[in-house]
């Protein structure tokens, strides 16, 4: 009787571990769907993808993105602003669901994350003042450079391919945010500002600041969406999400609606 008690319970047991696995493939999204709220990290000055409007709102490209997901997951949808700088600490802690405002995709970071096909492309560029004389890379050569801590715009400079760029820098300021730096550039704190090309061509075109952009690139990359790395099938819902929308033409009304054309290029 024992031996065929201990056998049930042995059987019992692997089925509960077989079945227990099943349902952790299901986890991340039927949470999400508990808890009845998506939650977007972001840094809150990042135009266009992300940032807050006159009224104190934030709004944006990626945001609008974001609440059509929410809509259609069944959920609410939230933006979290947060520390740039610790993204991936707030991912982790679970602070927030993902990490999607102009989020760089690069072998370390796919690495430690589960990361989307990427939605839009990005290139890293040099901004300067219009009257500062700075027409290519090189004659940024013993002047000093705004940037923002822990950005991908930090990775371009920091790569090889930049070496003689980085090196002949006078001085590298760190910034919390594009908008604080480009503020700073403004009043002549730093000579020139690395950053989103995405975000200061739009910037530079709603503000109508005196900043020009050097035509050489630092570098080119494509945003995607960032979430835990033991979440992939959450990864995958959104994913599969964003094609439907994408072929139900609703990507590209929004993308219209922010740069005037279709810039997405998810499913191309």
């Known amino acids: 009787m024992k031996r065929i008690m201990f056998v049930l319970i042995a059987v019992v047991t692997l089925f509960c571990t077989v079945s227990c696995k099943k349902t952790e493939k299901k986890d991340a999204v039927s949470a999400l769907e508990g808890r009845g709220t998506f939650v977007l990290g972001l840094d809150d000055s990042f135009p266009p993808l992300g940032y807050r409007n006159d009224n104190n709102e934030i709004v944006g490209y990626d945001i609008d993105l974001a609440k059509e997901v929410a809509k259609r997951l069944g959920v609410e949808f939230k933006a979290q602003p947060i520390d740039w700088d610790a993204k991936e600490f707030e991912l982790e802690t679970g602070k927030i669901d993902c990490i999607w405002n102009g989020f760089t995709i690069t072998e370390e970071r796919k690495n430690a994350l589960s990361f989307t096909f990427a939605y839009l492309n990005n290139e890293q560029v040099l901004v300067v ?137 998810i499913g191309k």
Do not use: C, H
Request: hydrophobic share 40%.
């Open 129 to 265: 003042r219009n009257d500062s004389g700075i027409k290519t890379l090189a004659d940024m050569n013993g002047k000093k450079l705004g940037i923002q801590s822990g950005s991908s715009a930090q990775d371009a400079v920091d790569e090889e391919a930049n070496k003689a760029f980085k090196a002949g820098l006078k001085e590298i300021v760190p910034f919390k945010d594009n908008i604080t730096a480009l503020n700073d550039l403004k009043i002549g704190g730093v000579d020139g500002v690395v950053m989103d090309s995405v975000v200061a061509n739009y910037s530079i075109a709603q503000t109508g600041e005196p900043f020009y952009v050097v035509s050489e690139a630092l570098a080119n990359e494509a945003y995607g969406i960032g979430f835990r790395k033991n979440e992939p099938e959450l990864r995958d819902k959104v994913q599969e999400i964003l094609l439907e929308m994408q072929k139900d033409g609703t990507i590209a009304n929004i993308s219209k609606a922010w740069f005037g054309k279709d810039v997405s290029v």
